[in-house]
T-cell receptor
Framework: KAGVTQTPRYLIKTRGQQVTLSCSPI?????VSWYQQTPGQGLQFLFE???????NKGNFPGRFSGRQFSNSRSEMNVSTLELGDSALYLC???????????FGPGTRLTVT | KNEVEQSPQNLTAQEGEFITINCSYS?????LHWLQQHPGGGIVSLFM???GKKKHGRLIATINIQEKHSSLHITASHPRDSAVYIC???????????????FGKGTKLTVNP
């Protein structure tokens, strides 16, 4: 069974631009969570989607948004990029009823 | 104070040594995860615990719910165990199946040959 995939793996953007990252969960997994990892803050929860609905959201500004499609694939969008948004963005999927999460390889975003 | 504290932050060991990484948390939890992150970013879930002890190969994870503490042990450590080990908890405040993990800062382990 294929693992969680994320595209693109690397991305360079300039301040003020927007970016869209994509995550395809493991087949059959309907929950997708997004995380941001920076050297200073470590891993932080962004949001979780289940069956196209956002179930929970972390403490991030409204510039960070996401959505989930009917096939469980998820996208996250960051608008008006700031230098501090440079990070590794990870998504993870899980089966309904299970706590265990499976992580994707991440997208490394650099904002210049 | 962070909700999840890990110690030590950095750990260097010689091949073959017994390793212990500790995680303390301050909130009620329904599950605790131990994750491994290699250089390059990929994260692998090692264990998910809600009580007791789990063992997988040379890795052992324990949790004491009353003391709000968990440990990850590596027996007969090997250079390929070099990675960042991250403890994460699911807060009990979030019911209804919603999953919000709170992470420790990680422990960077280096095992020298």
């Amino acid at each position: 069974k294929a693992g969680v995939t994320q595209t693109p793996r690397y991305l360079i953007k300039t301040r003020g631009q927007q970016v869209t990252l994509s995550c395809s969960p493991i087949s059959g997994h309907r929950s997708v969570s997004w995380y941001q990892q920076t050297p200073g803050q470590g891993l932080q929860f962004l949001f979780e989607y289940f069956s196209e609905t956002q179930r929970n959201k972390g403490n991030f500004p409204g510039r960070f948004s996401g959505r989930q499609f009917s096939n469980s694939r998820s996208e996250m969008n960051v608008s008006t990029l700031e230098l501090g948004d440079s990070a590794l963005y990870l998504c993870a999927s899980r089966r309904q009823g299970s706590y265990e999460q499976y992580f994707g390889p991440g997208t490394r975003l650099t904002v210049t | 104070k962070n909700e999840v504290e890990q110690s030590p932050q950095n750990l260097t060991a010689q091949e073959g040594e017994f390793i212990t990484i500790n995680c303390s948390y301050s909130v009620g939890i329904s599950a605790l995860h131990w994750l491994q992150q290699h250089p390059g970013g990929g994260i692998v879930s090692l264990f998910m615990l809600s009580s007791g002890k789990k063992k997988h190969g040379r890795l052992i994870a324990t949790i004491n719910i009353q003391e709000k503490h968990s440990s990850l042990h590596i027996t007969a450590s090997h250079p390929r165990d070099s990675a960042v080990y991250i403890c994460a908890v699911k807060s009990l405040l979030l019911q209804g199946g919603s999953e919000k993990l709170v992470f420790g800062k990680g422990t960077k382990l280096t095992v020298n040959p």
